[in-house]
Nanobody
Framework: QVQLMESGGGLVQTGGSLRLSCAAS????????MGWYRQTPGRERELVAY???????YYGDSVKGRSTISRDGAVPTVVLRMDRLNSEDTGVYYC?????????????????YGQGTQVTVSS
């Protein structure tokens, strides 16, 4: 079983910065991708950013150019930094990890979301 532990979030002033961290643990055979999605008011869940198995980053259009995501492969962890936050960044941010769990011939795919962390941007 794979678990995700999220940290960061909270109240951020307009124009400020945000740092979110997510650590994966458990029987991870292979981690294909890990990153962050968000649910903002009135919109469907959307990609914020993720890194693939080669640590190549990908960004959603709404955060491109003001965000950086990095991955520590030793302990599967991703850290997202977002700058120049505005009110449209307010929402619940979810860590996501997908890959293969298990071992010793007992393998199964997983696509897991964390419980989410609230980010509120206020002036």
């Amino acid at each position: 079983q794979v678990q995700l532990m999220e940290s960061g979030g909270g109240l951020v002033q307009t124009g400020g910065s945000l740092r979110l961290s997510c650590a994966a643990s458990g029987r991870i055979f292979r981690l294909n991708a890990m990153g962050w999605y968000r649910q903002t008011p009135g919109r469907e869940r959307e990609l914020v950013a993720y890194v693939d198995s080669r640590a190549t980053p990908y960004y959603g259009d709404s955060v491109k150019g003001r965000s950086t995501i990095s991955r520590d492969g030793a302990v599967p962890t991703v850290v997202l930094r977002m700058d120049r936050l505005n009110s449209e960044d307010t929402g619940v941010y979810y860590c996501n990890a997908r890959g293969i769990s298990g071992g010793d011939g007992d393998l199964s795919p997983f696509n897991l979301y964390g419980q989410g962390t609230q980010v509120t941007v206020s002036s």
